[in-house]
């Protein structure tokens, strides 16, 4: 999130959409479809071999904002998020020890005269629900309680941005909430969590002193250490337990500073050196598509600010991940509800995002929200959800080396490219390729020829083809409806009209149906060939497509 709501209005772009009833789709991959529109071509060189870095499932993390949403999972089957959304595993509960009355996990919330009231039900109840899906809490703490600050504010987000008043109540609160889900869950399981202090901890409007920027920096080490230390009292010293900062753009004063108070600083609460910190995240977030924010730095940028600080400091055993990010605001300049459009660029732009991830060993890149009814079953899954799915398919695999060869020259800022892996124990390689476009109108098609060599073993080979795309979306048809049933975007209030959250009350119900029938993939089996160690495709994809290849290789 930015540490200043200020949105920028942009002009509202005119889009074309292809509003096909399912069994009228047309051939995506067929370059005579749009004649008119621009094609391009791409080569790519694989290499096979065993020596690449392993690939991890980056797309394993989701927020919650109001973690009270998990209550309707009680009534969901236990398997809805293997079913679903299998690639997610940590689910990020923001402001989960409170800070604002009504999130506060206190009795009393505004009664000063007890500060020991502790009701840590609602919390428990959602680790409850996230536990029965087979999914593990990463609890985002620091919002101080309300009656534990002398003049709590707020500034932004809806909760209190004050430190508290006594640290060792604060402490109390942490390690009793600590204790409470010990005392539920068990030392063992609980042991595994992941914890945070503050959502960006430098942003103002998260966690200020009257916007000073020494006091507030040196209020932030003081939380963090009784932070750490209260669940270390209660969970044991290897918690795993890190900060998330915005970094992609200026803070109120330098997240750099809390590394170096990490590594070698005078811990608030123990007196000793140094404080537990088990890794960094950042956030990251773009404009609007295809428009960065101006001044902020990129997504890899971002990351290596954190780890190349750490890293000087002697922090070498540390992870780092996105703990939130994508996209601001839509085109016609609101904020977007789950920072992502609809549109199928929003496969493309994931895609890239996640390619940057394996290039700078970001662990994971969290997102908010994955199907248009938030974490209940009956959502319709968005695009992101289909390239997530892709991504994690490849954990576990050893990355190939993929050399590129642009045969034509493609648009300023676009982007094509290809993420190639070998499952080894299964003898299957994957080979992922999108066509990212800086505008969101982008159009036209990309043909692909691939080599891949080094295959031990020639003959024919069984491949899985599957395409996302406008044919695997709904939200062209969605837009097609607006007229039909009196949508505008001023049934959106406040937020843009381009994100992928509908409003299905204003739909008949077999429209959904419909909808949910177009966001359906469709893999394709083919039989390839190998001839001589090696592998030749040649195949298309639509500008904004992500295309999968799973190969399985003669054993």
């Known amino acids: 999130m ?27 991959d067929d370059p005579d479809n749009n004649p008119e529109e621009q094609q391009m071509n791409q080569t790519f060189h694989v290499q096979m071999g065993a020596s ?40 990020q509960l923001m402001t989960a020890a409170g800070g604002s009355p009504e999130r506060d996990l206190l009795i009393s919330p505004s009664d000063k005269t007890v500060s020991d009231d502790y009701n840590f039900t609602p919390l428990i109840r959602a680790c409850r629900n996230l536990r029965r899906q087979g999914l593990t809490p990463h609890l985002k703490l620091g919002n101080v309680p309300w009656k534990y600050s002398s003049n709590p504010r707020t500034a932004g987000y809806g909760v209190n941005v004050c430190p508290p008043d006594d640290y060792a109540k604060w402490h109390a609160y942490i390690k009793a909430l600590a204790t409470s889900l010990v005392d539920e869950f068990g030392l063992a399981e609980v042991g ?12 103002r409007a998260w966690f200020s002193v009257n916007d000073n920027p020494a006091l507030t920096r040196d209020a932030y080490f003081k939380l963090y250490d009784y932070t750490v230390n209260a669940l270390q009292q209660a969970l044991g010293d ?132 994955y199907t248009t009814g938030d974490v209940v079953p009956g959502g319709i899954p968005s695009v992101s959800a289909q390239t997530s799915g892709f991504f994690s398919r490849l954990a576990g695999a050893i990355r190939l080396t993929v050399q590129p060869e642009m045969d034509e020259p493609f648009e300023e800022n676009g982007e094509t490219a290809a993420v190639a892996a070998w499952n080894r124990e299964q003898n299957r390689v994957y080979l992922l390729f999108y066509a990212y476009s800086n505008s969101i109108q982008g159009k036209g098609s990309l043909n692909i020829a691939c080599r891949l060599d080094g295959i031990e073993k020639s003959g024919n080979v069984a491949a899985t083809r599957t395409l996302i795309s406008d044919h695997s979306n709904f939200f062209d048809d969605w837009l097609a409806d607006w007229g039909k049933y009196g949508i505008s975007k001023g ?57 999968l290849y799973e190969i399985e290789l003669l054993r």
């Open 238 to 369: 290897d918690v795993c337990i890190g900060a998330h900062s915005m970094t992609c753009s200026e803070g109120l004063w330098d997240e750099r500073e809390f590394i170096a108070h990490c590594a070698r600083g005078t811990n608030y609460c123990t007196g000793q050196k140094g404080t537990r910190v088990c890794f960094l995240s950042s956030s990251f977030y773009e404009e609007s598509p295809g428009k960065p924010v101006t001044g902020d730095h990129t997504f890899p940028e971002s990351i290596s600010i954190l780890r190349n600080k750490a890293e000087t400091e002697g922090l070498n055993d540390l992870f780092y991940g996105v703990d939130e990010g994508r996209i601001l605001n839509g085109l016609d300049g609101k904020p977007l509800e789950p920072r992502a459009v609809g549109y199928t660029w929003q496969a493309a732009f994931d895609a890239r995002l996640y390619r940057m991830a394996y290039d700078h060993q970001v662990d994971y890149f969290s997102h908010w929200n």
């Open 2 to 28: 930015k540490d200043i709501h200020v949105f920028w209005i942009m002009s509202v772009a005119v889009f074309t959409f292809n509003c096909s009833e399912p069994d009228e789709k047309i051939d995506p």
């Open 192 to 203: 595994t969590w992941r914890f945070g202090c503050v959502t960006e901890y430098e942003n």
């Open 52 to 91: 690449g870095q392993v690939l991890w499932n980056v797309a394993d993390n989701v927020n919650v904002w109001n973690y009270s949403s998990w209550t309707p999972l009680e009534q969901a089957p236990a398997d809805h998020f293997r079913n679903s959304l299998p690639f997610v595993k940590y689910v």
């Open 491 to 547: 049934d959106f209030g406040s937020w843009s009209a381009d994100g992928f959250v509908i409003n299905s009350s204003l739909l008949p119900a077999e429209r959904v149906a419909h909808y949910r029938s177009c966001a359906a993939l469709s893999p394709k089996a083919e039989t390839l060939t190998v001839k001589n160690g090696t592998l030749n495709i040649e195949t298309s994809i639509p500008v904004h497509g992500v295309l």
